[in-house]
């Protein structure tokens, strides 16, 4: 009987381990946009470090921002991927969280930008934003991301629309066939980069990307802290000769202050720790560095991630 009760005790310790595993999740976006393999990325390298983190990372496809945000706040994701205007609204309990903020939303790392593009055939002439006048661009539909951020950008260089010849409220995903068909000289749409849009309209005719940089736009970065200046790989698009600069959102990895610091430490340690692998996981990562990682951060950095990057030496 003693032997039996010997046996079950050891049995019934050996079930449980000495160190519980901290199982982790990460909302992204549908599976065919850029947040989906970008949190696989991040999972794929943490889970290569599970036996020494004891960490076990999974990857969610979700409804994107706003959902990811909501989740956090709710305690049914440690992290999750959103756009930086969508992440400083929430947190200041604006727009779409005017009534539900999320103050103890925390960045971890601003991933990759998400840039405006001004597509132009190159017969149109434009050449700078300013150039836009008297022609006719589709700003995309109304309220959207693309259109505000359009808006913002022609405020900064004293555009208003009705300097155009005529203003279209299409979506961006019209843009190739009407540049094609010579109704628009141009129009803008923000994405991670390269993106099929731009590749379908650069295949059907001679395109350029317009270069959006400037003194406006180093004040406009400066008053809205989800802005952050980037650049489009002329490499991307047939036809596109040189880089071009632009300005965007970031898709930020956030958290919450209720996840532990050596969680995040050990996921931004790792991202850090293994950056060059990271960036040949996808075409988007291709013109980030280290330090563009800590550009777009619009809310407070985690403890556990402001301690990877002092021990980068990049803070």
Do not use: W
Not at 96 to 104: N, W
Not at 215 to 231: E, F, M, N, R, S
Request: hydrophobic residues 40%; proline residues 5%; glycine residues 8%.
């Amino acid at each position: 009987m003693k032997r039996q009760l010997a046996l079950l005790t050891l049995a019934g310790a050996l079930s449980v381990p000495m160190f519980a595993a901290e199982f982790i999740t990460i909302g992204t976006g549908g599976v065919t946009g850029t947040y989906y393999p970008t949190g696989g990325a991040i999972c794929q390298m943490v889970n290569k470090n599970k036996k020494s983190t004891n960490i076990r990372c999974s990857v969610e496809s979700t409804g994107g921002s706003v959902y990811n945000v909501n989740t956090i706040k709710a305690g049914e994701l440690d992290f999750g991927i959103a756009q930086s205007d969508t992440v400083y609204q929430a947190f200041k309990g604006e727009e779409k969280f005017k009534d539900s903020p999320v103050p103890e939303l925390r960045s971890a790392i601003a991933i990759y930008p998400e840039l405006l593009a001004l597509v132009v055939s190159k017969k149109s002439g434009i050449e700078k934003i300013t150039d836009v006048k008297g022609k006719k661009i589709n700003m995309d539909s109304p309220g959207s991301g693309t259109a505000m951020t359009a808006d913002v950008v022609f405020n900064a260089f004293g555009i208003k629309r009705s300097d155009l010849a005529l203003t279209n409220e299409l979506k961006s995903s019209e843009g190739p066939t009407m540049l094609q068909d010579n109704h628009i000289d141009g129009y803008f749409f923000v994405a991670g980069h390269p993106t099929a849009n731009i590749k379908d309209a650069a295949n059907s005719l001679d395109i350029n990307i317009v270069p959006i940089e400037g003194t406006q736009i180093d004040a406009l970065v400066a008053k809205y802290p989800y802005y952050a200046k980037g650049t489009i790989s002329g490499s991307f698009y047939k036809g596109v000769p040189n880089d071009v600069p632009s300005i965007g959102v970031k898709a930020v990895l956030v958290t919450s202050t209720k996840v532990k610091d050596d969680v995040v430490y050990h996921v931004v340690k790792t991202i850090l720790d293994n950056f060059d692998k990271f960036k040949e996981l996808h075409p988007a990562y291709k013109t980030i560095t280290k330090e563009s990682l800590l550009e777009g951060l619009s809310v407070p950095q985690h403890p556990g991630a402001i301690k990877a990057f002092k021990e980068a030496g990049l803070l």
